[in-house]
């Protein structure tokens, strides 16, 4: 199963998001027994949302991390439903594999009974973090720290591209020929401070040309990134807390504030439900759109 496409709104909603006219979304639920829950991925398919947790420090190999399995309307279903991880993140279903994100190694989990089928290790890569899927089952990852995007195709996982134009990838999203990145921003490699904060860019599938997405106006810290409608896109800001909206020419909006750690997302288009994981917080919450 590919993440889910979006599902058009009527022109006139579109246009009232644009001007702010949109109430403030509501929260549907709030769990709590997560520990450093990174990114929240719904499998509407089999009723469940996945949650990674990296149980820690992002980079320590301690194995401790571990993915949960909770219901599409916040119950707690296993909470440790697949162990012995160090620090996964980002997520992504194709078929009945899942894909994790884990420091140097991309994680493959058969979702039937929770078994790890396979690790694909990334040698050098600084820290693995987000995942997805094009239409032919490849999948990307991003490497933040390393500006580069992996790949895993026909079995074997490779660099497929680095250049310091990425600015530290965060989120990744197929769409048609295309990679949409959220990028963190342009870090001292010293003290790992924000010295630009990032903005979205696209990368070409079939030539790996690197484009500003509109502009290159800087915007935050920039985490997950899902469909929000057919003209934008809903991504999240760690640092800040926040949630924007942010069109196809590179405008962002702010349409929810939260607490700093709101992480990679996921996103329902049928009900129009953001799945946050809140990292700090130990938390996931819901809210409608």
């Known amino acids: 199963m590919m993440r889910l496409a979006y599902v058009a709104i009527p022109l006139l909603a579109l246009s009232l998001a644009a001007c702010g006219g949109s ?22 398919e089999a009723n469940v949302i996945y949650v990674s947790n990296t ?49 140097d190694t991309l994680i493959e989990i058969d979702t039937a009974d929770g078994r790890i089928t396979n690790r694909y290790q990334a040698p050098g890569a600084k820290i693995l973090n987000d995942v997805a899927a094009d239409a032919d089952g490849n999948v990307y990852v991003s490497d933040w720290g390393g500006n580069a995007i992996w790949r895993l195709s026909g079995g074997q996982f490779e660099k497929w591209l ?78 800040a807390g926040k949630v924007f909206q942010i069109a196809r020419n590179g405008e ?5 504030s939260l607490s700093q750690g709101t992480a990679d997302l996921g996103f329902i288009p049928s009900t129009r439900t953001a799945i946050i994981p809140l990292m700090v917080d130990g938390k996931v919450a819901a809210y409608k759109f």
Do not use: C
Request: charged share 25%; hydrophobic share 40%; no cysteine.
């Open 23 to 44: 109430d403030q979304p509501a929260r549907q639920w709030e769990l709590s027994g997560f520990e450093g829950p990174e990114s929240a991925l719904p499998d509407t």
């Open 55 to 103: 149980a820690g420090s992002p980079i320590a190999k301690a194995g401790k991390g571990f993915i949960s399995k909770i219901s599409l309307d916040g119950e707690m279903v296993n909470q440790k439903w697949v162990e012995g991880l160090h620090s996964p993140k980002g997520l992504e279903l194709v078929g009945n594999r899942l894909y994790a994100a884990d420091i």
């Open 252 to 256: 962002a909006r702010e349409i929810l």
């Open 162 to 239: 680095e250049s310091d134009r990425l600015k530290n990838p965060n989120g990744l999203l197929v769409e048609s020929d295309r990679l949409v990145v959220a990028a963190w921003g342009v870090m001292n490699p010293e003290t790992f401070a924000t010295e630009v904060p990032g903005h979205l860019m696209t990368v070409s599938l079939a030539d790996k040309t690197i484009t500003d997405l509109g502009g290159a106006t800087p915007i935050g810290n920039l985490d997950g990134i899902e469909p929000f409608d057919g003209e934008s896109y809903i991504v999240t800001d760690w640092i």
